[in-house]
């Protein structure tokens, strides 16, 4: 069965950096994107961006372009999320999710189970 | 970027009711359109994709319709396991966009 596998929860300063990874299994890896979307504390979702599987096709978020970083390891089956300069209002649940495609359309099949970044001096 | 706006923000239903939910686009984007439910401390969970098609597992009280800028979710009988919040979102264009959620609640 399809499993996406999260890294634990992080509390950062003011300013630092976090890598958060999503480890895939049950499912060839090679065959799928995979986007970021977090959720700030009593808030909605937001899209941050998406990778290929290569890591060499990537789309950002503009609100976090020029700080996030989305690579892969495909030996391992992770993808991984960087977000840089952290700031108070980056504390969310970050969630991976595999992008399944109908035409043209993505959409979000399978989701981690969600890693909470707390940005606290 | 794409906004995308959920109607009603609340909804206050029983079991058995039948609900609609409705998402709006602010512009035209065929059926590129995914809805989910969360539910408090989990991660979201696909409903339906390309605005009609049932995901596969989820119960067919569930269902979706529209195109363009109009689109619906429709859950036939509330089951208790309903009571959830509810997304859609678009991938006409990055960046992908979310609506503001409707909470249903009993």
């Known amino acids: 069965q399809v499993q996406l596998v999260q890294s634990g929860a992080e509390v950062k300063k003011p300013g630092a950096s976090v890598k958060v990874s999503c480890k895939a299994s049950?499912?060839?890896?090679?065959?799928?994107?995979m986007v970021w979307v977090r959720q700030a504390p009593g808030q909605g979702l937001e899209w941050m961006g998406k990778?290929?599987?290569?890591?060499?096709?990537?789309v950002y978020a503009q609100k976090v372009q020029g700080r996030v970083t989305m690579t892969t390891d495909a030996s391992t089956s992770t993808v991984y999320m960087e977000l840089s300069s952290l700031r108070y209002d980056d504390t969310a649940v970050y969630y991976c999710?595999?992008?399944?495609?109908?035409?043209?359309?993505?959409?979000?099949?399978?989701w981690g189970q969600g890693t909470l970044v707390t940005v606290s001096s | 970027d794409i906004q995308m706006t959920q109607s009603p923000s609340s909804l206050s239903a029983s079991v058995g009711d039948r609900v609609t939910i409705t998402c709006r686009a602010s512009q035209r984007m065929s059926s590129f359109l995914n809805w989910y439910q969360q539910k408090p401390g989990k991660a979201p969970k696909l409903l339906i994709y390309a605005a009609s098609n049932l995901q596969s597992g989820v119960p067919s009280r569930f269902s979706g319709s529209g195109s363009g800028t109009d689109f619906t979710l429709t859950i036939s009988s509330l089951q208790p396991e309903d009571f959830a919040t509810y997304y859609c979102?678009?991938?006409?264009?990055?960046?992908?966009?979310f609506g503001q959620g409707t909470k249903l609640e009993i």
């Open positions: 990778v290929n599987p290569t890591g060499d096709n990537k």
């Open positions: 979102q678009q991938s006409y264009r990055t960046p992908y966009t």
């Open positions: 999710a595999r992008v399944g495609v109908v035409g043209t359309n993505d959409y979000f099949d399978f």
């Open positions: 049950g499912y060839i890896f090679n065959n799928y994107y």
